[in-house]
């Protein structure tokens, strides 16, 4: 149990366009989940927390404008990178909690590489 | 001081050897403690949770926490190749936001 995926697993793209990652928690449902960025050989970077059904809390220096993060649904949350750069480029993952538990530990999707040209 | 230190290593041990891993920290509010591993280009991969102080074993796999000493460990017996990968601590204080806050990663070679 409690798997999360991600979508795309890796996207390379133009800069200056935009880019939707899709979380989803596939066997249970994610009140809360989580973004994260990762640089090689670094450790993971919150981005911020995504509630469903209300706005994100971003990170201190995480531009919220331009990585907008939605999370419509129990079992799913996106990200926008918008008007992506190549310092955008790095390894972004989800990861979610179990509904309406009260324990801290997240589960993990696979993780999305996103190469900006 | 950062709130949690890990030694990214890298550590190389020999198939069979039991491997120890380790985090301290400062924020004597954490409460929660956890162990992922992640192999490469890969998400985290939940290995134990323990709650306060103590032992945990699941497998080949002990965590202990000694909140006296903010310190905590993980302990591999008979490691495998297939236990290569990088080892991430993440902790966190009793909070509704329920961030947690990880540690930099060990990345552990087993070699056959």
């Not at chain 2, 020999?14 to 409460?31: D, H, K, M, R, W």
Request: aromatic share 12%; net charge neutral.
């Amino acid at each position: 149990g409690a798997v999360v995926s991600q979508h795309p697993s890796w996207v390379i793209c133009k800069s200056g366009t935009s880019v939707k990652i899709e979380c989803r928690s596939l066997d249970f449902q994610a009140t809360t989940m989580f973004w994260y960025r990762q640089f090689p050989k670094q450790s993971l970077m919150l981005m911020a927390t995504s509630n469903e059904g209300s706005k994100a809390t971003y990170e201190q220096g995480v531009e919220k404008d331009k990585f907008l993060i939605n999370h419509a649904s129990l079992t799913l949350s996106t990200l926008t990178v918008t008007s992506a750069h190549p310092e955008d480029s790095s390894f972004y993952i989800c990861s979610a909690r179990v509904g309406a538990s009260s324990t801290y530990e997240q589960y993990f999707g696979p993780g999305t590489r996103l190469t900006v040209t | 001081q950062k709130e949690v230190e890990q030694d990214p290593g890298p550590l190389s041990v020999p198939e069979g050897a039991i491997v120890s891993l380790n985090c301290t920290y400062s924020n004597s509010a954490f409460q929660y403690f956890m162990w992922y591993r992640q192999y490469s280009r890969k998400g985290p991969e939940l290995l134990m949770y323990t709650y306060s102080s103590g032992n945990k074993e699941d497998g080949r796999f002990t965590a202990q926490v000694d909140k006296s000493s903010k310190y905590i460990s993980l302990f591999i017996r008979d490691s495998q190749p297939s236990d290569s990968a990088t080892y991430l601590c993440a902790m966190s204080p009793l909070s509704s936001n329920y961030k947690l806050t990880f540690g930099k990663g060990t990345l552990l070679t087993v070699n056959p």
